[in-house]
């Protein structure tokens, strides 16, 4: 199957810092990218949906100004978490998605964010 | 709004028994339907995919699918310790986006 890869896999911040997290699809060409956050005891929850060289789609309650999604090749998406809180500390998973996959979207590893 | 609901459990099953995770959803529009397993920490992994109403078996897993009662379950048999993990069911909306809306899951312990 497709394989995508998601940097880094925990990573721990300091209030107030900005984070960014990568999501690499290796061997596919993902056109379109999900991001999504997972709460403890949650499931997930989609953020935002992004394609190659457009702006993303963020779902309703989501920052835009706070999630910050690039999404500059048909490779890699980037999540930038910017002045993290505490109440920012979650679990985020990025899916991917080729124009031939027109249902099968491939998961990432996801990434533990802690901000103390 | 567009939901899918699942039981949250916990579901407890003895060694080699058959689990049974059922899930509803509200979109009646929907025609694409997944099962995730995720373990603790983890990101979801696919098990199944069925998009026609009826069984879609799998090894020890399967499928079942009723649109009519918009109603997506997955039974697996034989049911192993390795098997505990919480289940997710996904569903692709009617919408444009086709995104995922994930059920909250149901945490299955297979007991030794």
């Known amino acids: 199957g497709a394989v995508v890869s998601q940097h880094p896999s925990r990573v721990i911040c300091k209030s107030g810092t900005s984070v960014k997290i990568e999501c690499r699809s290796l061997?596919?060409?993902?056109?379109?990218m999900f991001w999504y956050r997972q709460f403890p005891k949650q499931s997930l929850m989609l953020m935002a949906t992004?394609?190659?060289?457009?702006?993303?789609?963020?779902e309703q309650g989501v920052e835009k100004d706070k999630f910050l999604i690039n999404h500059a090749s048909l490779t890699l998406s980037t999540l930038t978490v910017t002045s993290a809180h505490p109440e920012d500390s979650s679990f985020y998973i990025c899916?991917?998605?080729?124009?031939?996959?027109?249902?099968?979207?491939?998961f990432g590893q996801g990434t533990r964010l802690t901000v103390v | 709004q567009k939901e899918v609901e699942q039981n949250s459990g916990p579901l407890s099953v003895p060694e080699g028994a058959i689990a049974s995770l059922n899930c509803t959803y509200s979109d009646r529009g929907s025609q694409s339907f997944f099962w995730y397993r995720q373990y603790s920490g983890k990101s979801p992994e696919l098990i199944m995919s069925i998009y026609s109403n009826g069984d879609k078996e799998d090894g020890r897993f399967t499928a079942q699918l009723n649109k009519a009662s918009q109603y997506v379950s997955l039974l697996i048999r034989d049911s192993q310790p390795s098997d505990s993990a919480t289940y997710l069911c996904a569903v692709i909306s009617s919408g444009s986006a086709r995104q995922l809306t994930f059920g909250s899951g149901t945490q299955l312990t297979v007991l030794p």
């Open positions: 992004s394609n190659e060289g457009s702006k993303a789609t963020y």
């Open positions: 899916s991917a998605k080729s124009r031939a996959s027109i249902n099968e979207a491939f």
């Open positions: 061997d596919f060409q993902a056109t379109t």
